[in-house]
């Protein structure tokens, strides 16, 4: 498996660029991922979280506010999106 290191989930592509920019330099590649999803969506799936798990209600609708779709430039190689609930994710971050 190739190594790879995983940033601060930014919501803004100047925040994320610097991360990049940082890791570029030891081989790694910008690849940026985004779940396509509903604010009404996301904040049902927020409510099924635990609470401690959870986000607060101004937090979700704030940083969806200053969300830049990622795209396969600034920095990124190429940007993946896919829908939200196609597939099942776990703590280790890989789909199931």
Sequence with gaps: MLPRLSGPKSPRAAERSRY???AKP???RGVGL???SKVADALVRNDLRPAEQGGPLV?????YKRLQVPEARGGL???VLRPAGAGRFHRGGGAT
């Design 59 to 63: 937090g979700v609708l704030g940083t």
């Design 26 to 28: 030891f081989g790694f």
């Design 20 to 22: 990049i920019a940082a």
């Design 34 to 36: 985004y779940f396509q």
């Design 77 to 79: 190689r190429r940007a």
